[in-house]
């Protein structure tokens, strides 16, 4: 079993959230990156 910080996985309305931000104006600076979005599942596996 994979350990996560959060306790469970995410809803896709949560999921949702980091599409709106990346689909916005404020991320118009953000290009060629990989957002993580896992609820600390990597962080979990240092």
Known sequence: MIARLQGRMAAPEEMAGIV???LSDDASM???TT???D????AALW
């Open 35 to 37: 957002q993580i979005a």
């Open 30 to 32: 953000i290009t060629g």
């Open 20 to 22: 709106v931000f990346l």
């Open 39 to 42: 609820g600390g599942t990597i």
